[in-house]
């Protein structure tokens, strides 16, 4: 029998990989479509200690405005529900149908408390194309100290039975975990990632975000209490690194999110040799034709960061920012396409001109937000100093995963050898990828294949005829298939056939 299997270099042309298996990552290497964020309800079940939009707690975007708003938007767009929690408007799966009906990428966040069966196979069914549900620990005593009693074990079940729902009948949906980093939970996050990992779920893409200087936790005064105020950017940076260790190993978990600049995710990707799906760079404001952010006091602002905006208006910037939607179409302004929010913008478009920039080797194409430009505040972003000071010369890192381990033995005759930056995703139908950390070599198996057991004996160094006899002993029918999965990955680069050292 034949192996089936598809080879795409560079992988950004395949158009036939594993449905959710890259299509995350496809989409931010290639143009994006405007984002339109709407928080369709500021109503909430829970009082989350880093909540940052208390600010519209208590308002509601009727059913009949964001229809409205929603057909207002001049073209195809990703429409991200968000709020309080989206769960809780009660025409939530009359106005997802709406937008996916369009032909928008229609997604949503929730803290999952009220997400039961019906909700889901209702949101589901209404073409729902990503539903995050937001986790900020590995178990309940850390998640419930951020977000309430009892909140983690609601979440966790409604993750459960989002998982089963999408892989039952709605396979194209994507699921999404949201973690944000405080303080007070930032080491028990790898611990978040290893239990996904081992959870059975196929989470297709884990985000872990820096917490907000902004709402409840500065309205109360709490930025200086330690725990509770933001993230160390020196201990994010160990975190980060236990984080893509951990999810290297789990291949049911597809992409990781870090929000972090591009120096932080070049020094992670070379180090752990995992692929970060996004970096913190550009302007979505100025990068897309349209886009923009309606709160659920139906006030409209072209960037999501509302309270720099604010900001700005207050020092005689953007006089038409923040406005009701009626009050703006009433003055004949289109409400995703304001042409003197980005004019103004562009033409404070540039790099940070800060010592801690300049002292930068690598030159990353880092762009200072342009709302704090026309504020006079430049500054770069402080997760790079940790890197700067432990690595001065990026020589030092940058091929750190392409390299022998120090101290390690050499391996037996006969060793399948993966290359450092190469790892392995399993799709929910049971097809495995098996992909390079820059996604330029990709070599797709079936699942009777079992790849990612050949991927697994590689990892633990058994030599080929060790690994082959454990494959067989698995899989009696297919003993063929173990042979050909090494050859196809040697034959692509991704892996060798490691020798004594004479």
């Not at 910037?317 to 009626?326: M, R």
Request: charged fraction near 20%; proline fraction near 6%; aromatic fraction near 6%.
């Amino acid at each position: 029998m034949e192996a089936e299997w598809a080879m795409k270099a560079p992988l950004g042309g395949c158009e036939s990989l594993a449905a959710n298996l890259t299509v995350a990552a496809l989409a931010a290497r290639s143009a994006r479509k405007p984002t339109v964020v709407i928080d369709v309800t500021g109503n909430c079940n829970l009082r989350c200690e880093h909540c940052w939009n208390v600010g519209y707690l208590g308002s509601e975007l009727p059913k009949e405005e964001i229809l409205a708003l929603i057909g207002r938007i001049p073209g195809q767009a990703r429409v991200h529900l968000l709020g309080g929690d989206p769960l809780l408007h009660p025409a939530l799966p009359e106005i997802v149908r709406f937008a996916a009906d369009r032909g928008h990428y229609t997604s949503l966040v929730t803290n999952g408390v009220a997400l039961s069966c019906a909700s889901v196979e209702g949101l589901l069914d209404s073409g729902l194309a990503e539903i995050g549900i937001s986790l900020d620990g590995p178990d309940a005593q850390t998640h419930d100290a951020i977000r309430g009693a009892g909140s983690f074990d609601r979440g966790w079940a409604a993750l459960e039975r989002t998982s089963r729902a999408i892989q039952a009948g709605h396979p194209g949906t994507m699921l999404t975990v949201s973690a944000t980093a405080m303080q007070m939970n930032l080491p028990h996050l790898p611990r978040l990632v290893e239990r996904l990992g081992t959870s059975g779920i196929f989470v297709d893409i884990v985000v872990v975000a820096f917490g907000y200087a902004q709402g409840r936790a500065k309205a109360a005064g709490r930025l200086d209490e330690g725990s509770k105020g933001p993230v160390d950017p020196a201990a994010w940076l160990g975190v980060a690194e236990e984080i893509c260790r951990a999810f290297k190993r789990h291949p049911r978990l597809q992409h990781l999110n870090l929000r972090a600049p591009p120096l932080v995710h070049e020094f992670l990707t070379t180090t752990t040799g995992v692929y970060l799906l996004d970096s913190v760079t550009g302007c979505p404001a100025l990068d897309a034709p349209f886009g923009g952010r309606v709160t659920s006091d139906g006030r409209v602002y072209s960037c999501g960061r509302d309270f720099l905006i604010e900001r700005a208006r207050a020092a005689g910037l953007f006089p038409h920012e923040g406005l009701h939607h009626a009050s703006l179409v009433a003055q004949g302004r289109e409400p995703f396409g304001q042409a003197g929010f980005r004019d103004v913008l562009e033409n404070h478009r540039r790099h940070p001109r800060v010592a801690l920039c300049e002292s930068c080797r690598w030159k990353i194409d880092c762009l200072q937000c342009p709302i704090l430009s026309c504020l006079g505040e430049e500054r770069g972003s402080a997760l790079c100093r940790p890197i700067l000071d432990r690595y001065p010369d990026p020589a030092t890192w940058r091929r750190r995963a392409a390299s022998e381990p120090a101290g390690e033995a050499p391996a037996p005759e006969g060793t399948l050898r993966l290359s450092p930056d190469v790892y392995d995703r399993e799709a929910r139908d049971g097809r495995v990828l098996v992909l390079s950390v820059d996604l330029d070599r990709a070599v797709e198996f079936t699942p009777g294949l079992h790849a990612g057991d050949v991927v697994r004996s590689a990892r633990a160094g058994l030599g080929l005829a060790a690994a082959r006899a454990a494959y067989q002993e698995r899989h009696p029918t297919e003993a063929w298939g173990h042979d050909e999965v090494a050859d196809r990955l040697v034959a692509e680069g991704l892996a060798s056939i490691a020798f004594p050292v004479a």
